[in-house]
């Protein structure tokens, strides 16, 4: 049976993985990380990593970016692996989590939806087809607290079709500013807040007298946590340090 760590069990995301661990047999909650402290069911919650004392064969993160620090480094002192589900990273905080897949298995992704990332594999062939004869936009709708813009998993598909291209394009954020026609070399990407939208993601791609659209719709946050359930099961097999995503899983 795989022992997991959830850190940020309180929160929706951390509720959804302690739940679905408690219909698999597979797996157990050996303990949950809350800045609350708050007492799980069947297992106890420590307010910090550094508090943390019981041992695990793996660690699911759905907490905040700004506890980032704290867990890598519990997870390097423990040997442990650490699945990342946290979005909203910065530059920096993307550099700690490449030195410490020095070390351990860590598994990281923008989207843990298995649909998206079929999307993603979608997405760079026709981009592969297509060639420079379409342009590309992105659009991506999220409920009104998220924080971050666009979406990591935006920037996920515009690094899809940035690789199927025969050059590399640039990307554009905001257009209100912009006051020339579009440049056949850019991919617009734009961020819609509001309401309880879980996630929409739509690829654009637009030629002459025809469009093609791609799109992905989230009806609920639970595939997130499903897919970092199954990413934790993924890293019970998995013995070498470095950075795995979804495509590994897949």
């Given at each position: 049976?795989?022992?997991?760590?959830?850190?940020?069990?309180?929160?929706?995301?951390?509720?959804?993985?302690?739940?679905?661990?408690?219909?698999?047999?597979?797996?157990?909650?050996?303990?949950?990380?809350?800045?609350?402290?708050?007492?799980?069911?069947?297992?106890?919650?420590f307010?910090?990593?550094?508090?943390?004392?019981?041992?695990?064969?793996?660690?699911?993160?759905?907490?905040?970016?700004?506890a980032?620090?704290?867990?890598?480094?519990?997870?390097?002192?423990?040997?442990?692996?650490?699945?990342?589900?946290?979005?909203?990273?910065?530059?920096?905080?993307?550099?700690?989590?490449?030195?410490?897949?020095?070390?351990?298995?860590?598994?990281?992704?923008?989207?843990?939806?298995?649909?998206?990332?079929?999307?993603?594999?979608?997405?760079?062939?026709?981009?592969?087809?297509?060639?420079?004869?379409?342009?590309?936009?992105?659009?991506?709708?999220?409920?009104?607290?998220?924080?971050?813009?666009?979406?990591?998993?935006?920037?996920?598909?515009a690094?899809?079709?940035?690789?199927a291209?025969?050059?590399?394009?640039?990307?554009?954020?905001?257009?209100?500013?912009?006051?020339?026609?579009?440049?056949?070399?850019?991919?617009?990407?734009?961020?819609?807040?509001?309401?309880?939208?879980?996630?929409?993601?739509?690829?654009?791609?637009?030629?002459?007298?025809?469009?093609?659209?791609?799109?992905?719709?989230?009806?609920?946050?639970?595939?997130?946590?499903?897919?970092?359930?199954?990413?934790?099961k993924?890293?019970?097999?998995?013995t070498?340090?470095?950075?795995?995503?979804?495509?590994?899983?897949?």
């Amino acid at each position: 049976m795989q022992r997991i760590i959830v850190s940020g069990c309180n929160g929706h995301m951390g509720q959804t993985v302690v739940g679905l661990c408690a219909s698999d047999p597979e797996l157990e909650i050996a303990a949950g990380i809350d800045i609350l402290g708050q007492p799980g069911e069947g297992f106890p919650v420590f307010s910090s990593p550094v508090a943390c004392t019981v041992q695990a064969d793996v660690l699911v993160d759905f907490s905040h970016p700004s506890a980032l620090e704290g867990l890598l480094e519990f997870c390097l002192k423990h040997s442990l692996p650490a699945v990342l589900a946290t979005t909203g990273y910065s530059e920096e905080q993307l550099s700690l989590i490449a030195r410490a897949a020095d070390r351990i298995p860590v598994f990281r992704s923008a989207n843990f939806s298995l649909g998206v990332n079929v999307l993603l594999d979608l997405v760079k062939r026709a981009a592969s087809s297509l060639g420079e004869d379409f342009d590309v936009e992105i659009v991506e709708r999220h409920h009104r607290r998220k924080v971050d813009a666009p979406s990591g998993t935006a920037l996920m598909l515009a690094g899809a079709v940035s690789q199927a291209l025969p050059y590399q394009p640039q990307y554009v954020y905001d257009r209100h500013s912009v006051r020339n026609p579009r440049d056949r070399r850019e991919i617009g990407i734009s961020s819609v807040r509001g309401g309880t939208i879980t996630g929409d993601h739509t690829v654009i791609f637009a030629g002459l007298d025809e469009v093609i659209e791609i799109s992905h719709h989230a009806a609920s946050r639970d595939v997130f946590a499903a897919g970092a359930v199954r990413a934790a099961k993924f890293l019970a097999g998995v013995t070498s340090p470095g950075l795995y995503d979804m495509s590994h899983l897949l």
